[in-house]
């Protein structure tokens, strides 16, 4: 009934003004992956991180190979 797209494609974003990271929470463990503005430094989610394949799927819609976590 709901597939998942088969093809991929990656997604494209401001590669000058943002900065992909992973927000974490210390006290819950919450993490959350998404882009923080270097000039503002304001972060724009883009999706909730709850395992290792989530995060696996956020860096291959983007094109990135590692991530940096902020706490």
Do not use: W
Not at 38 to 62: C, P, W
């Amino acid at each position: 009934m709901f597939k998942r797209k088969s093809k991929r494609t990656v997604r494209e974003y401001d590669k000058e003004n943002l900065k992909p990271v992973l927000r974490c929470s210390i006290c819950t463990g919450e993490q959350v992956a998404g882009f923080r503005n270097v000039h503002t430094g304001k972060f724009q989610e883009v999706m909730l991180i709850r395992n290792a394949s989530d995060l696996q799927e956020f860096l291959d819609s983007y094109g990135l190979q590692d991530i940096e976590r902020i706490y």
